[in-house]
C-alpha cells in the first residue's frame, strides 16, 4: 500500500538553530512529494515538492527538502528556525493505483520554534 | 496559484441537520477536491468534485451522506446531511491546477464545523 509516515507528533527547536521534520513514503513506482504547512486557524500552504531531479528541493519561506531513495525519506529542513515557523507540516505523497490519482497526507508534526 | 474561498468560515448546528459549504476559486481549474480534518488528526479525502458528473467517493464516504455538486470550473459545495457530533471536522476544499496529482494543490480556508 502506498503511505506516508511522520514519525514526530512534535518537534521543539529553539530560535535560530537548524531544524529537521522527518517523512518517509511507501510508494511504487516514482515518488512525488510534498510538503504543506497549516498555519493556526489558516488552510493548507503548498511548501515544495520533489517530483524529479536535484534530490534537494528549495521551497518557499526559506524551507528545502532532501530526497532520499535509499532511505525512502523526504525530510524538510531550514537552517536557521524562526519563531514564526512554527505551524502544522504534513508531509504528502501521490498515490495512484489503475486510474485511482490522489495524494496522501501524513498525519502531521507540530514544529515549535521557542524564542 | 489560485484563490480559493469558503463559506461558511465556521458554523455550530443541531444533530439532524444539514449544511452547504461552498468553495469558489479565483480562476477556472481542472481538479476540485473536498477534505475532512478531524480534530488533531491529518486531512482525509471525501471526494473528487466532478465538472459535469458525478463526484468520486473514497472509500467509507458516500453520496447520500456527503452530496456534492460541481456546476461549473469554479464552484463547487459540499453538504454534510443528518448531522451527528462525529461530523465535528474542519472540512477544506483544495484544487488541482492540472489534471494529475503530480502537481501540487491550493486549499481553502476550511469551515469549523461543530455538531451539538
Known amino acids: 500500500a502506498q503511505s506516508v509516515a511522520q514519525p514526530e507528533d512534535q518537534v521543539n527547536v529553539a530560535e535560530g538553530n537548524p531544524l529537521t521534520v522527518k517523512c518517509t513514503y511507501s510508494?511504487?513506482?516514482?515518488?512525488?512529494l510534498f510538503w504543506y504547512v497549516q498555519y493556526p486557524n489558516r488552510g493548507l500552504q503548498f511548501l515544495l515538492k520533489?517530483?524529479?531531479?536535484?534530490?534537494l528541493v528549495k521551497g518557499s519561506y526559506g524551507f528545502e527538502a532532501e530526497f532520499n531513495k535509499s532511505q525512502t525519506s523526504f525530510h524538510l529542513k531550514k537552517p536557521s528556525a524562526l519563531v514564526s515557523d512554527s505551524a502544522l507540516y504534513f508531509c504528502?505523497?501521490?498515490?495512484?493505483?489503475?486510474?485511482?490519482?490522489?495524494?496522501?497526507f501524513g498525519k502531521g508534526t507540530r514544529l515549535h520554534i521557542l524564542p | 496559484s489560485a484563490v480559493i474561498s469558503q463559506k461558511p468560515s465556521r458554523d455550530i448546528c443541531q444533530r439532524g441537520t444539514s449544511l452547504t459549504i461552498q468553495c469558489q476559486v479565483d480562476?477556472?481549474?481542472?481538479?476540485m477536491f473536498w477534505y475532512r480534518q478531524q480534530p488533531g488528526q491529518s486531512l482525509t479525502l471525501i471526494a473528487t468534485?466532478?465538472?459535469?458528473?458525478?463526484?468520486?467517493?473514497e472509500s467509507g464516504f458516500v453520496i447520500d451522506k456527503f452530496p456534492i455538486s460541481r456546476p461549473n470550473l469554479t464552484f463547487s459545495t459540499l453538504t454534510v446531511s443528518n448531522m451527528s457530533p462525529e461530523d465535528s471536522s474542519i472540512y477544506l476544499c483544495?484544487?488541482?491546477?492540472?489534471?494529475?496529482?503530480?502537481?501540487?494543490?491550493?486549499f481553502g480556508p476550511g469551515t469549523r464545523l461543530t455538531v451539538l
Open positions: 510508494v511504487s513506482g516514482n515518488p512525488y
Open positions: 480562476s477556472q481549474v481542472t481538479m
Open positions: 520533489y517530483i524529479t531531479g536535484d534530490n
Open positions: 483544495s484544487v488541482g491546477i492540472s489534471p494529475s496529482s503530480y502537481n501540487e494543490q491550493f
Open positions: 468534485a466532478n465538472q459535469g458528473s458525478e463526484a468520486t467517493y
Open positions: 504528502a505523497v501521490r498515490a495512484w493505483r489503475d486510474r485511482d490519482d490522489k495524494i496522501i
